[in-house]
């Protein structure tokens, strides 16, 4: 028990706001490279593959996010 809760204060210490910050970080990120490419095909190719990255980038911090949220919740359902 003492274990379980030791875990469930672990996870309910990580700050949502910090995630929530690098996950707009990363989308602003998105939204520029997108907007660079508007009207010049010339940088499209280079551009492209930066948006792939940043992309990976915004699905892995949005993936761990969640990830945190269900266990949180699964800590909290088996705790009761």
Do not use: F, H
Request: contains cysteine; neutral net charge.
């Amino acid at each position: 028990m003492i274990r379980l809760l030791s875990q469930r204060n672990l996870i309910m210490a990580q700050d949502p706001t910090k995630k929530g910050e690098e996950a707009a970080k990363a989308l602003q990120k998105v939204i520029e490279l997108t907007n660079q490419i508007a009207g010049n095909a010339d940088a499209l190719n280079d551009n492209i593959s930066e948006r792939i990255e940043a992309c990976e980038d915004l699905k892995k911090i949005l993936k761990d996010a969640q990830d945190a949220q269900r266990n949180s919740y699964k800590q909290w359902r088996a705790s009761d």
